[in-house]
């Protein structure tokens, strides 16, 4: 990464995938990076940011005919005011300021949200596995323990599952979910759509201090023990508002797996990506902003698909919730009959398939299936024909 005008190096510039930001990467102090992502998004946009440069977005096809020598165009900003970011200091107390005003940045009464649901597993290059579901999310004050949440499923489809199946992996699971049904939340929800809600880090921090966004949580603060290195990656304008991105990680430098942005106005967190485990796993998660207060705009997880003994990176689970403007008013409350058991499988043929629901669905339409996963996927037969198969009779 270089500078258009004098060709010296770009320091630390961010790289993602435009529709998939989990694929991400940072740049060194020579400008230099690597950036790894499966080969079915090659026909995918690659955005690069650096503060003092204009973003660039470039097909992730084009990057290899640039002989790894990409030009960034200087940026001039001309602002009423200027916010510098000093040294680690300030960024850890930025991100202090942020934990300490979720309480009011984010949901303090009941809301429903219309949300898209979407997984998808891989195999090595190859994918294996498509669940898309409609559903309603009624959740309560984040101030409140989540105990009330409730999920409501519209509609449901499925391809049919490619990998490899280990019968032995199928009976651990439904043990979970049996201990789960008999201990009620002590292993948290084996129902993966509302496990994915609920890797909204946000939900229930503002009452409990120890988990990741709590005050006195380790994830961002750091401890004598394992300290938190951060990194100053870069800012946005949007509109009158500057959102600053900061790395964090265990490791110094922080390599850009895990980042927070955070808006200067009200120190909310609007947008941010944790990376676990070696990168096995990744949460992200996209917030707006409705009269004042912060709801998901997106949630996405990443994580070790458990389907065989041959566990390993290759084969992922992919699942991602997109979700409407929230609602406030006049709710019409999801009844406990009607809502989505905290262990239950949905995966099942327990469900008709709809096909006049999914062709007016409105949030499938703004978020269409990448061709690449539609070409792995219908080797055999097309994904209607699919669909049609592994719905309820």
């Given at each position: 990464?270089?500078?258009?005008?004098?060709?010296?190096?770009?320091?630390?510039?961010?790289?993602?995938?435009?529709?998939?930001?989990?694929?991400?990467?940072?740049?060194?102090?020579?400008?230099?990076?690597?950036?790894?992502?499966?080969?079915?998004?090659?026909?995918?946009?690659?955005?690069?940011?650096?503060?003092?440069?204009?973003?660039?977005?470039?097909?992730?096809?084009?990057?290899?005919?640039?002989?790894?020598?990409?030009?960034?165009?200087?940026?001039?900003?001309?602002?009423?005011?200027?916010?510098?970011?000093?040294?680690?200091?300030?960024?850890?107390?930025?991100?202090?300021?942020?934990?300490?005003?979720?309480?009011?940045?984010?949901?303090?009464?009941?809301?429903?949200?219309?949300?898209?649901?979407?997984?998808?597993?891989?195999?090595?290059?190859?994918?294996?596995?498509?669940?898309?579901?409609?559903?309603?999310?009624?959740?309560?004050?984040?101030?409140?323990?989540?105990?009330?949440?409730?999920?409501?499923?519209?509609?449901?489809?499925?391809?049919?599952?490619?990998?490899?199946?280990?019968?032995?992996?199928?009976?651990?699971?439904?043990?979970?979910?049996?201990?789960?049904?008999?201990?009620?939340?002590?292993?948290?929800?084996?129902?993966?759509?509302?496990?994915?809600?609920?890797?909204?880090?946000?939900?229930?921090?503002?009452?409990?201090?120890?988990?990741?966004?709590?005050?006195?949580?380790?994830?961002?603060?750091?401890?004598?023990?394992?300290?938190?290195?951060?990194?100053?990656?870069?800012?946005?304008?949007?509109?009158?508002?500057?959102?600053?991105?900061?790395?964090?990680?265990?490791?110094?430098?922080?390599?850009?797996?895990?980042?927070?942005?955070?808006?200067?106005?009200?120190?909310?967190?609007?947008?941010?990506?944790?990376?676990?485990?070696?990168?096995?796993?990744?949460?992200?998660?996209?917030?707006?902003?409705?009269?004042?207060?912060?709801?998901?705009?997106?949630?996405?997880?990443?994580?070790?698909?458990?389907?065989?003994?041959?566990?390993?990176?290759?084969?992922?689970?992919?699942?991602?919730?997109?979700?409407?403007?929230?609602?406030?008013?006049?709710?019409?409350?999801?009844?406990?009959?009607?809502?989505?058991?905290?262990?239950?499988?949905?995966?099942?043929?327990?469900?008709?398939?709809?096909?006049?629901?999914?062709?007016?669905?409105?949030?499938?339409k703004k978020h269409p299936l990448d061709s690449a996963i539609i070409r792995?996927?219908?080797?055999?037969?097309?994904?209607?024909?699919?669909?049609?198969?592994?719905?309820?009779?």
């Amino acid at each position: 990464m270089t500078d258009k005008e004098d060709s010296s190096p770009v320091q630390f510039a961010y790289l993602y995938l435009k529709n998939y930001p989990d694929f991400s990467a940072l740049a060194d102090e020579r400008g230099e990076f690597k950036f790894f992502f499966p080969s079915q998004f090659m026909d995918e946009i690659v955005v690069i940011s650096s503060i003092g440069y204009q973003k660039l977005e470039l097909p992730v096809s084009s990057l290899s005919k640039t002989g790894n020598i990409i030009g960034l165009q200087r940026q001039l900003l001309s602002l009423n005011e200027v916010t510098v970011m000093p040294e680690d200091h300030s960024m850890e107390e930025m991100i202090s300021h942020a934990i300490d005003n979720i309480p009011k940045n984010y949901p303090d009464k009941r809301h429903q949200l219309k949300g898209f649901y979407r997984k998808v597993s891989t195999n090595y290059e190859e994918f294996t596995k498509l669940v898309e579901a409609a559903v309603v999310v009624e959740d309560v004050s984040y101030l409140k323990e989540g105990s009330a949440l409730r999920v409501k499923l519209e509609s449901l489809r499925q391809s049919d599952e490619l990998g490899e199946v280990d019968s032995t992996m199928t009976i651990l699971k439904q043990r979970i979910r049996e201990q789960i049904k008999s201990t009620g939340s002590a292993l948290g929800p084996s129902n993966e759509i509302i496990g994915t809600y609920q890797h909204n880090g946000f939900r229930g921090d503002a009452y409990n201090s120890k988990t990741w966004f709590g005050k006195d949580g380790d994830r961002f603060m750091g401890i004598p023990e394992l300290p938190t290195y951060r990194r100053f990656m870069g800012e946005e304008i949007i509109g009158n508002d500057t959102i600053y991105q900061i790395a964090i990680s265990t490791k110094d430098p922080p390599n850009g797996s895990s980042y927070l942005k955070i808006n200067s106005r009200n120190h909310a967190i609007v947008e941010y990506q944790i990376g676990y485990l070696s990168g096995e796993y990744q949460t992200f998660a996209k917030f707006r902003e409705v009269d004042g207060v912060y709801y998901p705009e997106m949630i996405s997880i990443k994580e070790l698909r458990l389907i065989n003994r041959d566990v390993g990176t290759h084969q992922m689970d992919i699942s991602t919730f997109w979700f409407d403007m929230p609602m406030t008013e006049d709710l019409k409350k999801i009844r406990a009959k009607d809502a989505l058991g905290r262990d239950e499988e949905v995966e099942f043929n327990d469900y008709e398939l709809d096909s006049s629901f999914w062709k007016a669905y409105d949030l499938i339409k703004k978020h269409p299936l990448d061709s690449a996963i539609i070409r792995s996927l219908e080797k055999n037969k097309s994904l209607e024909q699919q669909f049609k198969r592994n719905a309820k009779d």
